[in-house]
């Protein structure tokens, strides 16, 4: 049996009895089907190539990428099993299912095998962003082989000397005779930016065109096929492969673009905007793998703590699993409760995306990318913890999830942008009114049973949200940006704790009552664990925040 199982009744469970999510295109029986077709690919297919793929990384040779044992192939049966579609338009193959279905399926790929899941993720942004900005033509031609995974999307955005501060980008688009431009410049940090999958690699490139205005005002957003309409090879080219942490399964490359042909999509100099549809679209998948990461971090731990034992009972004396022991239980509980929470809080944003609620995903995009992933390499690090020496010996598989989560918390926008993000774009924009109003209704939806707890600590995040509020009123944008990491950490624990507090209430009416003991325990463990984190947070965002 794989050591990876998508915990798929939790999935199910969260949707529709905590988050009410409906659909007329997909009911109850019809997402347990998906989710358990999904779950069968997850653990039977693209598991147990993960570690494989973790020791044998994808290799560069004359500007060809093999990747990883058993990648390859993994990938043909995906995509014969329509899996790359889901998510997306019907007008071009897809199966436009609503995202509440496919972020728990994009889970089980994440937390099977983090570094073959980068593909259909940078895939789906590259997707988006033609879907939305491109022309009919664009859409045409390129979509339904994206979608269909035959071919493969990237982003392209990063330079040496030009990583998050995109105004710095020199890569350089001229303007041809014929309507294309050459695009040439360097590339960094591409993910599956070269790789044996697909004939045909779609990179979307920011660039800008000859005479655009300074800084971000001036960038536009390209595509440069790998291989061109006529069949012809493109001068794009993969020159090196980055020797990484973690996610040794995919390749991470650096491309040259040699007067490459490219496809202005859109209008000159509106690159930034359009680049915004794949960046917030990966930020919430980010946050996605964070849970699965997680997730799978957590079942390794689990599986050995109960496997192991040793020390004796303080109650019979007789020798123990470790699983028994107190500190165990609290890593393992302080694990179990956290992904649960970042679970809540990404099928909430899903939820959110359907109901074309864009003020709820706004202020939870942030929140969700930054929380999830700083959460996904606090429980990857106790996974190893749990697993004792052993968690430092490669071979358990422990020490690869928290390589592997070592990426999310940089990668889409580092974690500090995120907090920038939220306290800049979300709240000072209106005054704090979006935030407020979700952690009004946060509160109102918080169990009787429960209110008492969640009390002080939602006072403090609406006084700290004041805080920030009068601090960029008065032009102390310093101060607004030293009190913003702690804020959003502060409120991604509330958000999640509260979520769970109602996972509690709804498992209390389900016949299976083990399920219904779970949640109970995971929500009083986070509760009084967990929750007393945030206060202290707030405290440091708008006290601490004067110190630096």
């Known amino acids: 049996m794989s050591d990876y199982q998508p915990p798929v009744q939790d999935m199910k469970f969260l949707l529709t009895r905590v988050l009410g999510f409906q659909s007329e295109s997909v009911d109850e029986a019809t997402m347990e089907a998906i989710f358990e077709e999904a779950a069968k690919l997850a653990s039977d297919v693209l598991a147990p190539i993960n570690q494989a793929g973790d020791k044998a990384s994808a ?8 990747t990883s044992p058993g990648f390859k192939a993994a990938y043909k049966q995906y995509c ?5 579609a889901v998510p997306f338009d019907p007008e ?8 509440a279905v496919a972020f728990p399926v994009q889970e089980m790929w994440q937390g099977a095998n983090m570094a073959f899941g980068l593909c259909p993720l940078l895939n789906q942004g590259a997707v988006e962003a033609i879907n939305h900005h491109g022309s009919e033509e664009q859409k045409k031609f390129y979509l339904p082989k994206m979608i269909s995974g035959e071919w493969t999307g990237t982003m392209n955005l990063t330079e040496p000397q030009a990583g998050s501060d995109l105004g710095l980008i020199r890569t350089k688009a001229e303007k041809q005779g014929d309507g294309t431009y050459k695009i040439s410049g360097q590339k960094i940090f591409i993910t599956y930016g070269e790789h044996d999958y697909t004939d045909n690699i779609i990179h979307l490139v920011l660039a800008r065109a000859t005479n655009a205005p300074e800084d971000v005002k001036g960038i536009s957003l390209f595509i440069v096929p790998k291989f061109l309409k006529d069949d012809s090879r493109n001068t794009v080219e993969c020159i090196g492969l980055e020797h990484k942490l973690g996610i040794h399964g995919s390749p991470t490359a650096t491309m040259d673009f040699a007067g490459a042909i490219g496809y202005l999509v859109g209008a000159e100099n509106e690159g930034l905007k359009y680049m915004f549809t794949m960046m917030n679209n990966a930020r919430l998948s980010v946050g996605l793998q964070g849970v699965a990461i997680a997730e799978r971090s957590y079942q390794r731990a689990l599986a050995y703590a109960n496997d192991r034992v040793q020390g004796k009972s303080f109650t019979t004396g007789e020798r123990v699993a470790i699983s028994a022991h107190a500190d165990v239980k609290r890593m393992l509980l302080t694990m ?5 929470a970042g679970r809540a809080l990404v099928y909430e944003a899903a939820v959110a995306l359907d109901n074309k609620d864009q003020a709820r995903v706004e202020v939870l995009t942030p929140i969700v990318k930054s929380w999830c992933t700083d959460m996904a390499c606090e429980v990857t690090s106790l996974g190893v913890q749990v697993h004792g020496g052993m968690g430092f010996i490669e071979e358990t598989g422990a020490a690869q999830y928290y390589r592997d989560a070592r990426i999310l918390p940089i990668y889409e926008g580092t974690n500090g942008i995120q907090a920038a993000d939220l306290a800049f774009r979300k709240i000072l924009r209106d005054g704090g009114a979006a935030a407020k109003n979700y952690i009004n209704d946060m509160q109102k939806k918080i169990p009787a049973n429960r209110k008492d707890a969640f009390a002080a600590p939602i006072q403090a995040l609406l006084k700290a949200t004041d805080f920030m509020v009068k601090a960029g009123g008065e032009k102390k944008m310093d101060l607004v940006a030293a009190a913003s990491a702690p804020y959003l950490k502060a409120f991604g624990i509330i958000a999640g704790g509260a979520l769970l507090a109602r996972v509690s209430e709804q498992a209390g009416g389900e016949s299976d009552k083990n399920f219904a003991v779970q949640k109970e325990k995971m929500s009083l463990f986070f509760a009084a664990n967990i929750l007393p984190l945030a206060e202290g947070n707030l405290r440091a965002a708008t006290e601490g925040s004067h110190s630096i």
């Open 59 to 66: 290799k560069l040779k004359d500007g060809a990428v093999t």
């Open 80 to 84: 014969e099993g329509g899996w790359n």
């Open 92 to 99: 071009f193959g897809g199966q436009g299912l609503p995202y």
């Open 336 to 340: 179990k409760s956290q992904i649960e």
